[in-house]
């Protein structure tokens, strides 16, 4: 199974700024998965991340609010931009491990202020 | 609306208790999945069910998947305190473009 390292574990933002997240993976895939889990909720796809192509946003989610670039097969970020109270949310990396199981990074918790 | 509707959502038993988590819905998934989410950590797959009334068990725990493969469960027997966490059943489904979906999660805690 794949090793997946995310980063920052944990920030707090002011309203209005914007933050960065990586995701390193320790083997090359194809497909890299951004995941958002609001506080006591389950978690929601917001895009799948394409080596070579530009990502694949999920209803609901933006381009512009969460630009991802995935410039290898091994690394992945997504920008929270612009960011309110309501982005507060941990945001998961995650690959396909295959056979259709995910392995997912620890996470990246952001509280916006 | 949930694909998937998990219950109950939250959970506080004592240890040495068996417990039930249910995952349902009214499609038809091509296989269902359950993962445990530890707090700081992603979620972590503990088994992948197939087949219509498939039973697999992994130690204390016995996931079962419904016969019309639309609903699962989740029995832990003589619960222990590092069972404690997120359970979270997840599913492809060809209604959801064949992505993975997932469920609300079953918060557990296990008391000494």
């Known amino acids: 199974s794949a090793v997946i390292s995310q980063k920052p574990s944990r920030d707090i933002c002011q309203r209005g700024t914007s933050l960065t997240i990586q995701c390193q993976v320790d083997s090359q895939v194809t497909m890299m998965f951004w995941y958002r889990q609001q506080p006591g909720q389950s978690l929601t796809l917001i895009a799948t991340a394409n080596q070579g192509s530009e990502a694949t946003y999920e209803s609901g989610f933006v381009i512009d609010k969460f630009p991802i670039s995935r410039p290898n097969l091994t690394f992945s970020t997504l920008t929270v931009s612009n960011m309110s109270p309501e982005d507060s949310s941990i945001y998961l990396c995650?690959?396909?491990?295959?056979?259709?199981?995910?392995?997912f990074g620890a996470g990246s918790r952001l509280t916006v202020l | 609306t949930q694909l998937l509707e998990q219950s109950p959502q939250f959970l506080s038993i004592q240890e040495g208790e068996n417990l039930t988590v249910y995952c349902n819905s009214s499609s038809v998934f091509s296989s269902l999945q359950w993962y445990r989410q530890e707090p700081g950590e992603g979620p972590v797959l503990l088994v992948t069910v197939v087949t219509g009334g498939e039973v697999k068990k992994l130690k204390r725990l016995t996931f079962q998947f419904g016969d019309a493969r639309k609903d699962s469960s989740l029995h832990i027997t003589a619960a222990q305190p590092g069972d404690t966490g997120l359970y979270l059943c997840a599913g492809y489904s060809m209604e959801y473009g064949n992505k993975l979906v997932f469920g609300a999660g079953t918060i557990l805690r296990v008391k000494s």
């Open positions: 995650s690959v396909n491990v295959g056979a259709n199981v995910l392995t």
